[in-house]
């Protein structure tokens, strides 16, 4: 059986960000939920795709399981690109699956960040990944 997974990504409207719509303190800074220009993957959506398609591992146990699902993991991404930590909002598979979904968001290359006021910023994102099998074609 083949594996296979996909990221359900919400782009109307800029949702990829969370929901909050104030800013957080975190070390002297400030992490904007609303901000002018959004933080983009170098490449686009569809670097993005291929990301994390060509870079997760389907987890053993799950493997095993037959667990399908999704993951939804949320982290920001700072003033120079870089994605900060990522947390695990909701497990909905099990099986490390949670895990994997943190070592990608862990292991992505540094964004564009976003700007507020012509100046970068600091902004959250959710970001969903679907963990399931491919069904045949018989």
């Given at each position: 059986?083949?594996?296979?997974?996909?990221i359900s990504?919400?782009?109307?409207?800029?949702?990829?960000?969370?929901?909050?719509?104030?800013?957080?303190?975190?070390?002297?800074?400030?992490?904007?939920?609303?901000?002018?220009?959004?933080?983009?993957?170098?490449?686009?959506?569809?670097?993005?795709?291929?990301?994390?398609r060509?870079?997760?591992?389907?987890?053993e146990?799950?493997?095993?399981?037959?667990?399908?699902?999704?993951?939804?993991?949320?982290?920001?991404v700072d003033?120079?690109?870089?994605?900060k930590?990522?947390?695990?909002?909701?497990?909905?598979?099990?099986?490390?699956?949670?895990?994997?979904?943190?070592?990608?968001?862990?292991?992505?290359?540094?964004?564009?960040?976003?700007?507020?006021?012509?100046?970068?910023?600091?902004?959250?994102?959710?970001?969903?990944?679907?963990?399931?099998?491919?069904?045949?074609?018989?």
């Open positions: 059986t083949a594996l296979f997974f996909s990504t919400l782009f109307a409207s800029n949702n990829l960000i969370d929901s909050v719509t104030h800013a957080h303190n975190t070390d002297d800074s400030i992490i904007i939920c609303d901000k002018e220009v959004m933080p983009s993957f170098p490449g686009g959506v569809t670097a993005l795709y291929k990301f994390i060509d870079n997760l591992n389907y987890p146990e799950a493997v095993k399981q037959k667990l399908e699902g999704k993951v939804y993991v949320k982290f920001y003033t120079d690109g870089s994605v930590e990522p947390v695990v909002l909701k497990d909905g598979v099990g099986g490390g699956c949670a895990e994997e979904a943190i070592r990608i968001v862990n292991s992505m290359p540094k964004w564009n960040p976003g700007f507020q006021k012509g100046k970068p910023v600091k902004v959250y994102f959710t970001l969903p990944l679907s963990f399931k099998f491919e069904k045949s074609k018989d």
